[in-house]
Antibody, heavy 124, light 110 residues
Framework: EVQLVESGGGLVQAGRSLTLSCTTSGFTFGDYGMSWFRQAPGKGLDWVGF??????????EYAASVKGRFTISRDDSTSIASLQMNSLKTDDTAVYYCSRLRFLGAGDYYIDVWGKGTTVTVSS | QSVLTQLPSVSAAPGQKVTISCSGSTSNIGNNDVSWYQQLPQTAPKLLIY???KRPSGIPDRFSGSKSGTSATLGITGLQTGDEADYYCGTWDSSLSALVFGGGTKLTVL
């Protein structure tokens, strides 16, 4: 069974840092891209960024709202994806979802597996 | 404000059919593949449709996707109370180099 389990969420003060981890199992991690999303309370899905698999260049893309503050990485040896969040703002408060990215070619992206999410609360 | 536009809510009776629309532009829907996701209350999203109109294994054929120009549509037939959820469309935006999503449509099955 394919599983994605996020960890590392919690309460943090604005301006501080936090790192989320996504521990995966049930599939060959290196064969897939990984993506992070977030969802603020009562709001819609908000894409944070993704990292493609090594075979697709390991390309990393970020949403404009987090570029320069957040860093996505992957460790194919441990099947873990990570999201390092720096200079956190109260607006970053959300449930953060790890997900498996499918990239089938130019303009063809979708998410086929989602984790259950971890909550990040940024206080002022 | 979302790059893709969805109506905030739709409703229909059990057994009926509903369509959920998603409007974009040539930089996203018009030239890239659309996917649809269902988010039941207090749960993670789930893939319903990818590549505009393909269903993953396990998704019933009551769910369908279509696209025309810069708009995409999710159709759900034989509505069930268990279909009450938020539905999101998503695609790649070539101008923004970003995955973009609609704001979500809340489906109520009356």
């Amino acid at each position: 069974e394919v599983q994605l389990v996020e960890s590392g969420g919690g309460l943090v003060q604005a301006g501080r840092s936090l790192t989320l981890s996504c521990t995966t199992s049930g599939f060959t991690f290196g064969d897939y891209g990984m993506s992070w999303f977030r969802q603020a309370p009562g709001k819609g899905l908000d894409w944070v960024g993704f990292i493609k698999k090594r075979g697709h260049g390991g390309t990393i893309e970020y949403a404009a709202s987090v570029k320069g503050r957040f860093t996505i990485s992957r460790d194919d040896s441990t099947s873990i994806a990570s999201l390092q969040m720096n200079s956190l703002k109260t607006d970053d408060t959300a449930v953060y979802y790890c997900s498996r990215l499918r990239f089938l070619g130019a303009g063809d992206y979708y998410i086929d597996v989602w984790g259950k999410g971890t909550t990040v609360t940024v206080s002022s | 404000q979302s790059v893709l536009t969805q109506l905030p809510s739709v409703s229909a009776a059990p057994g009926q059919k509903v369509t959920i629309s998603c409007s974009g532009s040539t930089s996203n829907i018009g030239n890239n593949d659309v996917s649809w996701y269902q988010q039941l209350p207090q749960t993670a999203p789930k893939l319903l449709i990818y590549d505009d109109n393909k269903r993953p294994s396990g998704i019933p054929d009551r769910f369908s996707g279509s696209k025309s120009g810069t708009s995409a549509t999710l159709g759900i037939t034989g509505l069930q109370t268990g279909d009450e959820a938020d539905y999101y469309c998503g695609t790649w935006d070539s101008s923004l180099s970003a995955l973009v999503f609609g704001g979500g449509t809340k489906l109520t099955v009356l």
